[in-house]
Nanobody, 126 residues
Framework: QVQLVESGGGLVQAGDSLRLSCAAS????????MGWFRQAPGKEREFVAA????????FYANSVKGRFTISRDNAKNTVFLQMNSLKPEDTAVYYC???????????????????WGQGTQVTVSS
C-alpha cells in the first residue's frame, strides 16, 4: 500500500502561482511513476502531468505545458506540481497518483494508476 497526501492548494488570482506537494508513505516511493490529475465540477477527471520513477522524464497535458512543472524528491518521498500563470480554467481538485510500472506508458489514463490521494482544491479567480 502507498498512502498519498496532497497539500498546497488554495485560492489565488489569475496569473498567480501555486506549488502542490504530494507526500507518500508506505512502500518504496521510487518504485512508482507519479502523476497529477484534476477534476473540475461536472467534468471528468483529466490528466495533468506525470514523471518517471527517477524523475528523468516528464509528460504534460497540452493545456498546462509551459506553465506547470512536475518534479520529485525521492529522498523526501514527495512529488511536486509547480503551477505558474494560473488561469480560471485551472480551477479543480488536484489529485496525485502512483503508478507501479515506474514508466510513463499510458500515463494519461487514470485507470493505470494504483494509488490516489484525497485531493487538494485549487481555485483561480479572474
Amino acid at each position: 500500500q502507498v498512502q498519498l497526501v496532497e497539500s498546497g492548494g488554495g485560492l489565488v488570482q489569475a496569473g498567480d502561482s501555486l506549488r502542490l506537494s504530494c507526500a507518500a508513505s508506505g512502500r518504496t516511493f521510487s518504485n512508482y511513476a507519479m502523476g497529477w490529475f484534476r477534476q473540475a465540477p461536472g467534468k471528468e477527471r483529466e490528466f495533468v502531468a506525470a514523471i518517471t520513477w527517477s524523475g528523468g522524464t516528464t509528460f504534460y497535458a497540452n493545456s498546462v505545458k509551459g506553465r506547470f512543472t512536475i518534479s520529485r524528491d525521492n529522498a523526501k518521498n514527495t512529488v511536486f506540481l509547480q503551477m505558474n500563470s494560473l488561469k480560471p480554467e485551472d480551477t479543480a481538485v488536484y489529485y496525485c497518483a502512483a503508478k507501479s510500472d515506474r514508466t510513463l506508458y499510458q500515463s494519461r489514463i487514470a485507470d493505470n494508476y494504483d494509488y490516489w490521494g484525497q485531493g487538494t482544491q485549487v481555485t483561480v479567480s479572474s
